[in-house]
């Protein structure tokens, strides 16, 4: 896979300097366009250390207007993010539709790393590609387009490379102790790499592999890439492929809900006796919750007037303030409706030891967007298999 990448392809100085004033003219118009367009763009990063994964990132910033550009390097997980699900920092550094999302360090480094370094077994890298793959669909089943760029080495270049910084002493601090242990483990790197880049490659979003031998070619290289997939989705993305959303007609048109039954009833004396009981057992699990770290999410869902803010109050009268948020979920903001549906709630995931009350939810998809006609049938059908 990687070979095509370590055939020595190069520019020369006057050959860079003809192609990008046009280049950089045209991803500013590329742009300018996308400022109106109904969708985002998120470029991925990725490659061998030293392969100019930085300098890629500093040049992007400088070809486009980075007003209407963020660029995000993903380290360890800081506190906030680890006490939350792992893709919750992904997800929050999403771009609205119309604007440009860099990312280094992403989604994919972790599983390669793990896999490399033995924290992960091939079962434990096969289930993580299986969720960067359904992230990566959702994205692009809502119209982001995903460019993802590979940046590779030799071995032998690699070393080159690194050492060729290190001497510098303007550009020793770009190598790390980190770099020269992932360099004894190049081969690993490679097979691993080449394993996740093989099973992430998909139709809305595959991989492109530029050597990163000679900084001019991988430039420009990476600049036409780029140019031409957002012309490309820029005329093309009304096209999408609609899906085909479930048959309601069900072989029993009775539902759950239809079995509800609706006449029951509770003598008050036995309801103050049993609310004051489980309100007793919620405030210790509460406190389980939070000396354990678990993180709760608590979900109402229902008809208009059934109970869902009286049963609200009724549950946090046993909960202590510090520890729980209630989020009322109405007609999204702007904000909101410039990312996936999805984003709106992942916002508010709570931290370990934490609870969050949705009165209402992302099912909301299912039902008042459906029936009013807020989402298409190919937005609410997805939504099943997005949700689960």
Do not use: C
């Not at 434990?124 to 940046?151: C, P, S, T, Y």
């Not at 031998?213 to 290289?221: E, L």
Request: aromatic share 10%; no cysteine.
């Amino acid at each position: 896979m990687f070979e095509s990448a370590e055939l020595g392809h190069a520019l020369t100085k006057d050959e860079y300097n003809e192609r990008v004033p046009h280049l950089r003219a045209e991803l500013l118009a590329a742009q300018r366009q996308l400022a109106d367009a109904p969708f985002p763009v998120l470029i991925l990063l990725n490659g061998v250390d030293g392969a100019g994964k930085g300098e890629t990132a500093n040049l992007l910033n400088e070809w486009f207007d980075a007003r209407f550009l963020e660029t995000h390097a993903f380290d360890a997980p800081a506190q906030e993010e680890a006490e939350r699900p792992r893709y919750w920092r992904y997800w929050m550094k999403t771009p609205p539709r119309g604007k440009i999302g860099i990312y280094i360090g992403n989604w994919y480094t972790m599983p390669i790393i793990s896999r490399v370094i033995g924290d992960a077994n091939d079962e434990d890298l096969a289930r993580q590609l299986a969720h960067v793959r359904n992230f990566e669909r959702m994205l692009a089943d809502d119209g982001a387009l995903i460019i993802k760029l590979w940046f590779h080495l030799s071995k032998k270049e690699q070393k080159r490379r690194l050492k060729k910084l290190e001497s510098n002493p303007e550009t020793s601090w770009r190598v790390s102790k980190q770099d020269w242990k992932h360099f004894k483990h190049y081969d690993d790197f490679r097979a691993i790499s080449e394993r996740a880049l093989r099973d992430t490659s998909s139709g809305e979003a595959p991989w492109t592999i530029i050597e990163g031998t000679d900084s001019r070619y991988r430039a420009v290289t990476m600049g036409e890439h780029i140019l031409e997939r957002i012309r490309e989705h820029l005329a093309t993305h009304g096209e999408r492929t609609k899906s085909t959303p479930p048959d309601p007609n069900v072989a029993d048109p009775l539902t759950i809900l239809d079995r509800v039954d609706l006449t029951k009833d509770i003598e008050k004396s036995h309801y103050d006796h049993e609310l004051e009981r489980l309100q007793g057992r919620l405030n210790k699990l509460s406190r389980k919750v939070k000396k354990k770290n678990v993180s709760v999410v608590i979900v109402l869902e229902g008809w208009d007037a059934a109970g869902k803010g009286g049963a609200i109050r009724r549950m946090i009268r046993a909960l202590d303030a510090r520890q729980f948020r209630v989020i009322p979920i109405s007609a999204p903001s702007q904000e909101e409706r410039d990312h996936h549906y999805l984003w709106r709630f992942w916002r508010h995931i709570p931290r370990s030891g934490h609870i969050t009350i949705y009165d209402r939810s992302w099912y909301g998809r299912l039902m008042v967007e459906r029936v009013e006609g807020f989402a298409r049938p190919d937005e609410w059908g997805r939504s099943y298999a997005e949700i689960n």
